[in-house]
């Protein structure tokens, strides 16, 4: 059961773009795995992908037609990742892109494709054919959520927000949407985000405004360290607003980049929440850090300890797993001393040791809750940084060992 995490309300329409979500029959369960995304003539696309060296075709097409024009559509297919499939998986996700610029009498460059699901197995092209000539007929702009629900794989529940915003007046609409619950420790994005805004925006401007918000967001979440061969996090402008250009470095900029990033956060921290097996929303905060990077490797060592987060999963206040993440995590000349380390409002360890006010009563009371803060105070400068992670419970093993069956 996702932590603290309810069903959408309250989606907002995005002019400019329409949605349309179905099964094709890639998933052997009846449930819908094919979402269409259009957008009008003229907008402006921005982009983040995986960094994993077995990038999925669809990733290594959508890079390709992405650096030649801006999107008129992005097809997007659950149950089947296209990901370890070699050259017949590149051929493959180009034909989709040609079946689908067919329909919508457009260039395939137009056309992104995307996909998540198992990976190694080769796209099963017939019943992706009959979807695509069938999904363009569905296409409405009132349909975030269902597309939510359509690119869903272990995730429990949809991850959608919208947000609106006032510039010159004019009110502009930002809604996003995004899938993932395993295989998160993103080195771009999630394993799939999409956003949409009615704003008008430069794609050089937009590119900007996503990857700050990336690095704030999907990029600071981790549930099982491992990145997806498939990550994708897609902004579209589709530029029908009456306010008129967002011009970098002005007021207005900073409004829009504002929200699109609390769009990213909203859905980052839902994909903590709905993490395979996931009972606790866990925030890592390190502070007084000499540079980012050591805040990072810090935040990092906790999230991805299998003894810290099986004892947070347990509630068992055994905070000497965290101290040892502490000093495993490679920062060098660290001063024991200066470090401090807290749950929520409890100090365990300070002066280089167990805080003398620390008991083990206030130790639980803390461990007991579903969302807990670390906070690791380092005195070594004035940086810090956030990671959002979980604990590491059974179900996480069961789901994972039974994904394929």
Known sequence: MAVGLSDPVNLFPVKGIELASMACGIKSNGRDDLVLIKVNKGATCAATFTKNAFCAAPVTVAKKHLAITNPRALLINSGNANAGTGKLGIRDAEQSCEWLADVLECSANEILPFSTG?????????????????ISQLAVEDNWLTAARGIMTTDTIAKAISKQITIKDETITITGIAKGSGMICPNM??????????????????????????????????????????????????????????????????????????????????????????????????????????????????????????????????????????????????????????LDDVCIVSGGARDAAYTEEAGQRIMNQSEITIKVILCRGDVSTTIWTTDLSHEYVTINSNYRS
């Open 118 to 134: 198992v990976i190694g197995e080769p796209m099963p092209m017939a019943v992706l054919n009959s979807g695509i000539k069938a």
């Open 189 to 342: 994005a999630t394993m799939l985000a999409f956003i949409g805004t009615d704003a008008k925006v430069e794609k050089g401007h937009l590119q900007q405004c996503l990857d700050k918000a990336v690095a704030r967001s999907f990029n600071s979440i981790t549930v099982d360290s491992d990145t997806s061969t498939n990550d994708a996090c897609i902004l579209l402008a589709s530029g029908v607003s009456n306010a008129g250009l967002i011009e970098a470095d002005s007021e207005a900029a900073e409004i829009f980049a504002q929200a699109v990033e609390d769009i990213c956060l909203h859905l980052a921290h839902a994909i903590v929440r709905d993490g395979e097996g996931a009972t606790k929303f866990i925030s890592i905060n390190v502070v007084s850090a000499a540079t980012l990077a050591e805040a990072r490797d810090v935040a990092y060592t906790i999230a991805h300890s299998p003894l810290v987060k099986t004892a947070l999963f347990a509630s068992d206040p055994n905070w000497g797993r965290i101290l040892a993440a502490v000093g495993r995590a490679g920062i060098e000349n660290l001063v024991l001393e200066d470090v401090s380390i807290y």
